[in-house]
């Protein structure tokens, strides 16, 4: 008898669970979506978000990324190209 007491304790808490979890889901589903909402607001807004242009309108700007010139490019990905055909 005591078996049977645990199953239908467990059926009757997981039809429970499953009714509340059908009413309480779209709720939690659009609070996690306002703060979401929020957040990317929040963040776009941040004057530190926006950066303004230093360089005026029609100056030209040559960013130098450190890069050794002497070195191949092609070496570092991973070897050079090699043209193939393909046969069947």
């Given at each position: 008898?005591?078996?049977?007491?645990?199953?239908?304790?467990?059926?009757i808490f997981y039809?429970?669970?499953?009714?509340?979890?059908?009413?309480?889901?779209?709720?939690?589903?659009?609070?996690?979506?306002?703060?979401?909402a929020q957040n990317?607001?929040?963040?776009?807004?941040?004057?530190?978000?926006?950066?303004?242009?230093?360089?005026?309108?029609?100056?030209?700007?040559?960013?130098?990324?450190?890069?050794?010139?002497?070195?191949?490019?092609?070496?570092?990905?991973?070897?050079?190209?090699?043209?193939?055909?393909?046969?069947?």
């Open positions: 008898m005591g078996f049977l007491k645990i199953i239908l304790y467990f059926l039809y429970v669970a499953k009714f509340v979890m059908r009413l309480l889901a779209p709720m939690m589903a659009k609070k996690m979506m306002d703060k979401a990317f607001e929040k963040q776009f807004n941040n004057p530190y978000y926006k950066e303004k242009p230093t360089v005026k309108e029609g100056e030209t700007v040559i960013e130098k990324t450190g890069e050794n010139p002497t070195s191949k490019k092609g070496s570092e990905e991973g070897g050079e190209y090699v043209d193939y055909e393909e046969i069947d």
